[in-house]
């Protein structure tokens, strides 16, 4: 007998959310059918999806969400007059298990995530025009951005930072000297994102000027979408978190370096109402556990909070 999925059970086994799922049928990716008034999808109609879907090529893992830049009048006035919180960081499995749990927690308030980057972030923080920013900065580099503010900065995890190549790695490419060759494409991340911050920051190490590589000019605004330029070709190496790679078949990944990720915060915010709920979802064996089995990120750190 033929088994049928709610759309939410999909969601959980393609480990993507409930929303891409519709949005897979309204494209006609993926066939559906009415049992009563409800939306169900057939284990034979799943089956067909996978198969002929672009997930053989490595390319329908790397679903890319399209936000839309926010109103800067909503931000304020969210900011201005609820009792909420305003979160800076771009979409990962971290800030989606945390807001949800900050959703059910007791003590939790609403939160605003506004899709930003690590430097754009700190800046907004700099500015009063969010309350916490995700950062995947050196402590130093943090400080630096958001000068004469006491910072309280608690890690969520590390992870592994390093370069997408295609399998089996056809151009060889073993470190940074190598994307100066002739036969080698970049696809780069954009201006104030910590991929494009790690990149530059290696460049000038090596001493090796950005006019040598090409692509170097081609900004993407995500890791999934610089993973997809290298599955389809368009690209030979890109810098990005090895999670993304770990799920796409026609990728390797060549790690270059650990990096930490942290909510940053003015040091005075910690015991405020919303922001104590936050520590203590965080610091909860819940939201560890949680973020491991998604991620696979090291969580030895997680919850602890440095002081600058």
Same mark, same amino acid.
């Given at each position: 007998?033929? /088994? ?10 393609? /480990?993507?959310? /409930? ?8 494209? #006609? ?5 009415? @049992?009563? +008034? %409800?939306?169900?999808?057939? &284990?034979? %109609?799943?089956?067909?999806? *996978? ?12 679903? %890319? ?18 009792? #909420? ?33 690590? $430097?754009?972030? *700190?800046?907004?923080? $700099? ?13 130093? =580099? ?40 002739? =036969? ?6 954009? /201006? ?31 890791? *999934? ?13 890109? @810098?990005? &978190? ?8 026609? *990728? ?19 015991? +405020?109402? #919303? ?28 919850? &602890?909070?440095? $002081?600058?």
């Amino acid at each position: 007998m033929n /088994k049928f999925y709610t759309a939410q059970e999909v969601a959980d086994k393609l /480990k993507i959310k /409930k929303t891409t799922v519709y949005d897979l049928i309204k494209r #006609g990716e993926l066939s559906s059918s009415k @049992v009563g +008034k %409800q939306l169900r999808i057939s &284990e034979e %109609q799943l089956e067909q999806y *996978l198969h002929n879907s672009p997930q053989s090529s490595g390319e329908a893992e790397l679903y %890319q969400p399209d936000f839309q830049p926010e109103s800067s009048v909503l931000k304020r006035d969210y900011l201005l007059h609820s009792n #909420g919180l305003i979160l800076s960081g771009q979409t990962s499995p971290a800030l989606e298990l945390l807001l949800t749990q900050m959703a059910v927690h007791p003590q939790g308030m609403p939160v605003l995530q506004s899709h930003m980057n690590s $430097y754009n972030g *700190l800046y907004s923080l $700099y500015f009063g025009k969010v309350h916490i920013a995700s950062a995947s900065m050196k402590p130093e =580099d943090i400080s630096r951005l958001v000068p004469g503010i006491s910072l309280a900065l608690v890690c969520l995890y590390e992870y592994p930072i390093g370069f997408y190549v295609a399998k089996g790695n056809p151009r060889h490419i073993t470190g940074f000297q190598n994307l100066s060759r002739a =036969d080698v494409i970049l696809a780069n991340r954009e /201006k104030g994102s910590t991929r494009r911050i790690f990149l530059d920051y290696c460049l000038k190490e090596a001493c090796i000027s950005p006019d040598m590589i090409s692509g170097y000019q081609n900004e993407l605004v995500s890791d *999934l979408s610089t993973a997809a330029a290298v599955i389809s070709q368009r690209a030979d190496v890109a @810098v990005g &978190e090895e999670a993304v790679a770990r799920h796409a078949r026609n *990728l390797d990944f060549i790690p270059l370096g650990i990096l930490p990720m942290y909510l940053v915060m003015e040091a005075s915010s910690l015991e +405020k109402p #919303g922001f104590s709920a936050l520590l203590d979802i965080v610091h909860s064996e819940d939201f560890r556990t949680g973020l491991y089995n998604q991620t696979g990120y090291d969580i030895t750190h997680t919850g &602890e909070i440095l $002081y600058l």
